[in-house]
């Protein structure tokens, strides 16, 4: 297990009905005006915005209002909201959404009291801003990214179609208030991308060369399979409040960095997949969905015993001698836990065209993680080449 430094200082507000709570647990932490950030579309046709709104009215919080987020959100967006935080002198940025709006609104929080492009931080790899973040408080509507209760954020550049992110311990928020009573109205395919984005914040951490890691292996290992278990559930009853419950609380822990502390991190899947999503305007977790496989059957071989983990604690299989079987049919059933769900498993499902710039996609992957070497790679269990992730994104074209 390697050295790590962990603080997580979220106030963490779960319960059916909490969302109604959002002024009164604000009260204390703000003086001045917050900015409500949201996207659109389902906060106000279910009467969400308007019941955040009277809540923090009765708290005497006053505020002003940024909506249009949209999927894989945009710095434009972002550079809006800076502005209009700056003139009104905010002083807390409240997200009323799921993982795009609050990486959104974690965009503007960083970008506000700095004075370089907010895109300088994002694109410039290790870049520390000058000052720190405002503080930003999230009412969650989707589980999924996990950004309630992480230190990170990505956004889309629709200018240059580039997709990246950027993470400051003080963009951790201060305030989420989880409500699974909001997750009733959601389709199912957005539970399917969500729990797919989850499992891969997952994966991302489980399999590295790390050794002596049986507490977070068996934590990582326990909350895979309730992402599953309660999305299954959720596939035939999206009513079932229990299992959102349980599914959002997987989401952030699967990305809150707990089961990340003392282990190298891969990130090689997310890195394929936001150049799809940033090029392709491709949902998140759909994109995860057709790389992970591919990317597993590319690499597990420089790790095998990792993997047989995961396919016998996780997937159910049986353990044998035989490790490629074991790890093949892990894979398998993982495929047909996507299709279960109704998840695409090739490009050309994702709609992807058949003369898409494969090469070019890699190439911009592999700088993004490695931006100074003559040869870039994709971290992981094994360095990801721009020819091999080239050859990943061809293998799941059909």
């Not at 934590?219 to 349980?246: P, V």
């Amino acid at each position: 297990m390697l050295n790590f430094n962990y603080c997580n200082t979220t106030r963490y507000v779960y319960g059916p009905g909490e969302h109604l709570s959002t002024g009164a647990q604000l009260r204390p932490m703000v003086n001045g005006k917050i900015l409500l950030h949201y996207g659109g579309g389902s906060v106000i046709r279910t009467g969400l915005l308007d019941r955040i709104r009277k809540s923090l009215d009765a708290a005497g919080i006053s505020y002003v209002e940024l909506g249009g987020v949209k999927p894989n959100p945009s710095v434009a967006l972002v550079r809006e909201g800076i502005t209009l935080c700056r003139q009104e002198g905010v002083e807390l940025v409240l997200a009323v959404g799921g993982g795009s709006v609050i990486d959104s609104a974690k965009g503007i929080a960083v970008g506000v009291p700095n004075h370089c492009d907010v895109w300088e931080l994002y694109s410039c790899k290790g870049s520390v801003p000058e000052h720190n973040p405002l503080p930003v408080a999230t009412v969650l509507t989707l589980p999924a990214a996990g950004s309630e209760n992480s230190p990170n954020t990505v956004l889309t550049d629709e200018a240059t179609m580039r997709k990246l992110g950027f993470k400051h311990m003080m963009l951790r928020p201060v305030l989420s208030i989880v409500d699974p009573t909001l997750f009733l109205t959601l389709p199912q395919a957005q539970m399917a991308y969500g729990a797919c984005d989850m499992l891969c914040h997952i994966f991302e951490r489980y399999f590295t060369n790390t050794t002596q890691t049986d507490l977070t292996d068996a934590l990582a290992e326990a909350t895979m399979r309730t992402i599953m278990h309660e999305a299954r559930k959720l596939n035939t009853n999206l009513q079932d409040a229990d299992a959102w419950g349980q599914l959002a609380l997987s989401g952030t822990i699967a990305h809150n960095d707990l089961l990340g502390l003392g282990r190298e991190q891969s990130w090689a899947c997310h890195g394929l997949e936001h150049e799809l999503s940033a090029v392709y305007d491709v949902p998140h977790g759909a994109g995860l969905a057709v790389i992970v496989p591919a990317y597993m059957e590319a690499v597990w071989k420089y790790n095998p015993g990792i993997f047989a983990q995961w396919a016998v604690n996780v997937m159910g299989v049986a353990p044998h001698r035989d490790t490629a079987a074991v790890v093949q049919k892990g894979i398998s059933r993982l495929r047909s836990w996507y299709r279960d769900l109704k998840l695409p498993q090739t490009m050309q499902e994702l709609g992807i065209p058949a003369d898409a710039d494969y090469a070019a996609m890699a190439q911009a992957a592999c700088r993004v993680y490695d931006r100074e070497a003559e040869h870039p790679a994709l971290p992981g269990v094994h360095p990801v080449t721009a020819e091999e992730a080239t050859a990943i994104y061809k293998a799941a074209a059909i």
